[in-house]
């Protein structure tokens, strides 16, 4: 029998911690995907993920089911990497970090090498050039492309409207051709 | 504080700059410590006898830990240091065909958190996950070899 | 009224994203017909979704959970009551392994309420707190585990008993050659 997410959502409601351990399982990559893709930096990435985690929970009793339980840790996700960045502002990120790693992983490299070389690359370069951006154009390029959302459910994590969200889309996609170029 | 107020003012300053600094560090998502390249992660093997007494000098420091277990004899074997990345292994051969393999999880209220997985050969033996302070350490023991038993101290620091 | 290639371009990520109107949309959608440049362009806008999708992916794939949740229950952890922690520590500790083909022994010790100070944080031994190593969990795959906190001398040992029998059951007692404690 499987436990429907309610049901493990109203055991956390009343503190069960293992409960809370399946929807974590079942929900830690996609958090993580999406503060990766706002934070760049893996440990930062982890950090705040975990964190999200952690307020989900201790916020849980809040959670009465007028989303889906993963919209609501997402949101909580995204305005953590927004916080996150507001309060670290680190220096910019040099591309040569990241390039180490494509060099490594030529070796396990499948039928069409080059044209996966390259894909890694742009993925690598896209990574750093999104880093690049400010907090609120981060947060709408990596939930469309992540979740694929719509631009009311951003404008409502973000708290603006739809055609911010469309306006801030457009700005950061030309932001990111210009500096990917040759790569796309 | 007595001390603080001979110091000349641009260092008082500096100071009070400094832990302003600190005050404003992202508290909240518990990232004291950002920024920390690596930890530090020694490994002393020990052998522990019960055939007849002995002290090995070079263990002077931990006597009062190693007395804790009750051997008669403690003979320190080998010492390893490795940096180690965080969320990366450190792997250590352990005398008897023995690795020890060390990840850094995080660190977080001046504690490092090391999962440590001890094997034989290729069998695990013991899978564990311990909130090390930092510059402190932890004994893994119970592994028989050369008719005695051996005790791993485990010590990691932030670098 | 006809667009030049300008305002389709400006309009394709939105287009793409499903969010324009039925007759923009429309719009957008014939001129892709005749133009090979904003055909491009909305080439490159897909790759950019794509790439990002796929990066984020494979880097998350290789997240592995334990380290992960470890991390969240140590948060959690540290703000709840000390009985809910004792509760879910138990729990932890003394659960059956999930593996049906093992059945390792776990028995913990725990020496003259050492390890209460893991659990009653601050208490009586506030000074020596911070020099403790704490243990989060420990598996024996198969093996007798002991754990022993002393906090006078801020010791903490995580003793194995090898369990000579192999597959035996479990054997209660520690086999000889370990520790007196
Ligand atoms: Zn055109």
Redo the contacts with the bound molecule.
């Keep these: 029998m499987e436990i429907s997410e309610w049901d493990l959502i109203q055991k956390c409601q009343k503190g069960d911690v293992t409960a809370y351990e399946e929807l974590a399982a079942k929900y830690y990559r996609r958090v993580f995907m999406v503060v990766l893709g706002m934070l760049h930096h893996q440990e930062d990435a982890m950090e705040v993920a975990q964190e999200t985690f952690y307020r989900a929970f201790k916020n849980i009793n809040r959670f009465k089911g007028g989303s889906s339980f993963y919209t609501w840790l997402y949101r909580i996700a995204v305005n953590l990497a927004i916080d996150f960045q507001r309060r670290q502002k680190r220096g910019v990120m040099d591309f040569k970090e990241n390039m180490d790693e494509v060099i490594v992983e030529t070796e396990r490299l499948g039928s069409d090498p080059y044209r996966e070389v390259r894909d890694r690359e742009l993925g690598e370069r896209l990574l750093a050039a999104i880093d690049q951006l400010t907090p609120d154009h981060k947060a709408v390029i990596v939930m469309r492309a992540v979740e694929g959302l719509s631009y009311k459910e951003i404008g409502r994590t973000l708290g603006c409207s739809e055609g911010t969200v469309m306006s801030r889309l457009h700005y950061a996609r030309k932001k990111l051709q210009e500096k990917l170029g040759s790569y796309l | 504080m007595k001390a603080k107020r001979k110091l000349p003012r641009s260092l008082f300053r500096a100071a009070l700059l400094f832990s302003l600094w600190l005050a404003l560090l992202p508290a909240p998502l518990g990232a004291a410590e950002k920024g920390q390249p690596g930890v530090q992660v020694k490994i002393g093997t020990i052998l522990a006898t019960n055939q007849a007494d002995c002290s090995d000098s070079q263990l002077s420091k931990m006597k009062q830990q190693l007395e804790v277990i009750k051997y008669r004899c403690y003979h320190l074997v080998k010492e390893e240091s490795q940096k180690a990345s965080w969320l990366a292994n450190a792997v250590f051969e352990i005398p008897g065909g023995r690795s020890l393999v060390v990840m850094p999880q995080e660190y977080r209220n001046n504690r490092i958190s090391l999962k440590v997985r001890l094997l034989e050969g290729e069998k695990p033996i013991v899978d564990t996950t311990v909130r090390v302070p930092n510059r402190g350490n932890f004994l893994l023991g119970g592994p028989a070899h050369e008719g005695g038993v051996l005790i791993l101290s485990i010590s990691a620091a932030t670098q | 009224m006809t667009r030049?290639?300008e305002e389709?371009?400006s309009l394709l990520g939105a287009w793409l994203d499903g969010e324009l109107g039925a007759s923009e949309a429309a719009e957008v959608r014939l001129?892709?017909q005749g133009?090979a440049?904003?055909l491009g362009?909305k080439a490159r806008l897909e790759k950019l979704q794509s790439s990002l999708k796929s990066v984020l992916e494979a880097k998350a794939s290789q997240l592995a959970f334990e380290p992960f949740w470890a991390g969240v229950r140590q948060r959690i952890a540290e703000e709840r009551p000390w009985h809910a922690r004792l509760i879910d520590w138990a729990r932890a500790v003394l659960s059956p392994p999930r593996l049906a083909w093992a059945i390792p022994a776990v028995i913990i010790i725990l020496l003259a309420g050492l390890s209460l100070e893991q659990f009653f944080p601050g208490w009586r031994w506030a000074l020596n707190r911070s020099n403790l190593a704490a243990v989060e969990s420990i598996d024996g795959h198969g093996f007798n585990v002991a754990l022993l906190r002393e906090s006078k001398t801020k010791t903490t040992v995580i003793w194995l008993f090898e369990n000579h029998e192999g597959e035996e059951e479990t054997s209660a007692e520690p086999v000889s050659g370990g520790p007196a404690f």
């Design positions: 030049d290639c389709i371009k001129h892709l133009c440049s904003c362009e």
